[in-house]
């Protein structure tokens, strides 16, 4: 019976790399850091000609990766590459600095850096004053 269990189910993990039919593109996979000045993004995207197969945009503090990787045609009995469009979006921190956000794509790994602006001070301090 134990050995019955993985032939049904099988590798879970695969479930949560399937497409569902609601999604209109496959997930990028990302990692992140959040540093004292800046917050890197980097994103797996192997394969692909960076200027004219990524594009990056930043609107209302949310950075959005989309790619797309065509598939040759090729005769081939198996294949687990993922083809069409990938997307991503992440929302970055709110002292973010849009303005000057810089990408960089070497060895597969799209890298997104954007700067942290120091924060400033939200409160204020009120005087009081003696009553007459």
């Known amino acids: ?17 399937t497409d569902l039919p609601l999604r209109t593109g496959h997930t990028i996979r990302v990692e992140d850091f959040l540093g004292e ?5 980097r994103a797996e995207l192997p394969g ?4 004219k197969d990524i594009q990056v945009t930043v ?13 040759q045609t090729q005769s081939r009995s198996r294949t687990e ?10 929302r970055l921190p709110a002292s ?3 303005t000057k956000i810089k990408a960089e794509y070497g060895k597969g790994i799209l890298q997104i850096t ?7 001070p939200t409160g204020r301090q009120i005087p009081v004053t003696p009553s007459a």
């Open 96 to 98: 973010a600095d849009e």
């Open 114 to 120: 954007v700067p942290l602006t120091a924060a400033e």
């Open 1 to 17: 019976m134990s050995a019955l269990v993985p032939r049904l189910f099988g590798d879970i993990s695969d479930w949560f790399e």
């Open 48 to 51: 692909l000609e960076p200027e």
């Open 59 to 71: 609107n209302n503090g949310v950075l959005s990766i989309h790619a797309e990787r065509h598939e």
């Open 37 to 41: 000045n800046e917050y890197v993004v």
């Open 81 to 90: 590459f993922r083809y069409g469009m990938l997307q991503r979006s992440v």
